[in-house]
């Protein structure tokens, strides 16, 4: 079992940056694989961001370029560095967690069996 929780969301002003962090704990070893998913009212969950236990990264299309996804395994925390913030980024993000083989690059969001309770991110206009 993996326990993740999300820190470091708030209120921004657009073209700002923020960086979201999320802890692991419990059975880290087992991991895989670790992602940003976001959720805005009205919305689908979608994938922000996925990165590998060997660094490989991916990114959805909306965010490249103005977002990184970082691991420091030694801390067994995970990163999400948001530059260039726009209103349309406005969500609750959660953190994720794929602690079985990878089967698929990138991950589906049913690949993810551990999620935190999410961290709300409003960019203001």
């Known amino acids: 079992q993996v326990q993740l929780v999300e820190s470091g969301g708030g209120l921004v002003q657009a073209g700002g940056s923020m960086r979201l962090s999320c802890a692991a704990s419990?059975?880290?070893?087992?991991?895989?694989?670790m992602g940003w998913y976001r959720q805005a009212p009205g919305k689908q969950r979608e994938l922000v961001a996925v990165?590998?236990?060997?660094?490989?990264?991916n990114y959805a299309n909306s965010v490249k370029g103005r977002f990184t996804i970082s691991r420091d395994n030694a801390n067994s925390t995970m990163y999400l560095q948001m530059n260039s913030l726009k209103p349309e980024d406005t969500a609750v993000y959660y953190c994720?967690?794929?602690?079985?083989?990878?089967?698929?690059?990138?991950?589906?969001?049913?690949?993810?069996?551990?999620w935190g309770p999410g961290t709300q991110v409003t960019v203001s206009s």
């Open positions: 419990g059975s880290i070893f087992s991991i895989n694989a």
């Open positions: 994720c967690a794929l602690s079985r083989r990878i089967l698929r690059w990138p991950p589906e969001r049913a690949d993810f069996g551990s």
């Open positions: 990165i590998s236990s060997y660094g490989s990264t």
